[in-house]
Nanobody, 123 residues
Framework: QAQLVESGGGLVQPGGSLRLSCGAD????????IGWFRQVPGKEREGVSC????????YYAESVKGRFTISRDNAKNTVYLQMNSLKPEDTAVYYC????????????????WGQGTQVTVSS
């Protein structure tokens, strides 16, 4: 199965914004729920947000609610994670992955993990 590809990470100051993108060649993301996860070395992977395939319902971790927005553009075969009001504790490698549901506390239900994109929030 084709792996997903994340992009858009970088270094940003606290309070700044970034938009992450998740895409896949040769695979139609519209058929899947897409989840965003993040991981800091030495810590468990954390589910950040997810968007369903059926009705584009969205789900967020409490830590990012009101600051992050997930969306999908099926014409571009891309899922986005708009991150605003970034905090130093948002620093992590961000990954996207596919599933057939949006149970963010069950990362083992997600597959086709990409290589990740580094997000660093620092002044």
């Amino acid at each position: 199965q084709a792996q997903l590809v994340e992009s858009g990470g970088g270094l940003v100051q606290p309070g700044g914004s970034l938009r992450l993108s998740c895409g896949a060649d040769g695979r139609t993301l519209a058929y899947y729920a897409i989840g965003w996860f993040r991981q800091v070395p030495g810590k468990e992977r954390e589910g950040v947000s997810c968007i369903s395939s059926s009705d584009a319902s969205t789900y967020y971790a409490e830590s990012v609610k009101g600051r992050f927005t997930i969306s999908r553009d099926n014409a571009k075969n891309t899922v986005y994670l708009q991150m605003n009001s970034l905090k130093p504790e948002d620093t992590a490698v961000y990954y996207c992955a596919t599933s057939f549901g949006c149970r963010l506390n069950r990362d083992y239900e997600f597959g086709s993990w990409g290589q990740g994109t580094q997000v660093t929030v620092s002044s």
